[in-house]
């Protein structure tokens, strides 16, 4: 079983829709948070992150943390075409460590 | 500045050339890294350094050879490398020198090397 899991996708939606992606992790000593969002042969880009149980909103995205439930998910509202991109979680230990773990990241798109 | 800047965007080698990789950041971070990502796949971490010196290698062969000059500055150089090599290579930086869980990671725009 992978540390972390994440739906590949592709998902399509349509404009103005709500989107949801999500990862799973297996592991409770994960305790730091982050998604981010990758264009196509483009570097991550840091979208949010958070280190708690709960909610976190940005502009129109919301990251929500479950650590009874080991269950991440990042909300997307009102979705545009720019958004088409693939959204990777990444999570790190809350042991000194450097590492994160990826999931395989979630390809969207948004279609006009 | 609140970016990390990569050269060459691009780059083709062959399998008996010396190439280096240039990452930069001037945001004071004090840990540097390089990953490796292949095509639909999430980035794979190689090495890491800490206020100049290499904290982590992750097992990766001796043809990647990574420098780090000063706290500014991270080279990656290259030598006999293999076809399956060519990916996409990742610089990153993080504000603390000492691991900590909440120390967030920021990505350059990466530089695409083919290896024929």
């Known amino acids: 079983q992978k540390e972390v899991e994440q739906d590949p996708g592709p998902l399509s939606v349509p404009e103005g829709a709500i989107v949801s992606l999500n990862c799973t992790y297996s592991?409770?000593?994960?305790?730091?948070f982050m998604w981010y969002r990758q264009y196509s042969r483009k570097g991550p880009e840091l979208l949010m992150y958070?280190?708690?149980?709960g909610n976190k909103e940005d502009g129109r995205f919301t990251a929500q943390v479950d650590k009874s439930s080991k269950y991440i998910s990042l909300f997307i509202r009102d979705s545009q075409p720019s958004d088409s991109a693939t959204y990777l979680c990444?999570?790190?230990?809350?042991?000194?460590?450097?590492?994160?773990?990826f999931g395989t990241g979630t390809r969207l798109k948004v279609l006009a | 500045d609140t970016e990390v800047t990569q050269t060459p965007k691009h780059l083709v080698m062959g399998m008996t050339n010396k190439k280096s990789l240039k990452c930069e950041q001037h945001m004071g971070h004090r840990a540097m890294y390089w990953y490796k990502q292949k095509a639909k796949k999430p980035p794979e971490l190689m090495f890491v350094?800490?206020?100049?010196?290499?904290?982590i290698n992750e097992s990766v062969p001796s043809r990647f050879s990574p420098e780090c000059p000063n706290s500014s500055l991270l080279n990656l150089h290259l030598h006999a490398l293999q076809p399956e090599d060519s990916a996409l290579y990742l610089c990153?930086?993080?504000?603390?020198?000492?691991?900590?869980?909440?120390?967030?990671?920021?990505f350059g725009p990466g530089t695409r090397l083919t290896v024929l």
């Open positions: 990153a930086s993080s504000p603390s020198g000492s691991p900590t869980s909440t120390d967030t990671q920021y």
């Open positions: 350094y800490s206020y100049e010196k290499l904290s």
């Open positions: 990444a999570m790190s230990k809350s042991s000194g460590t450097y590492k994160y773990i």
């Open positions: 592991n409770s000593a994960f305790q730091y």
């Open positions: 958070t280190y708690s149980s």
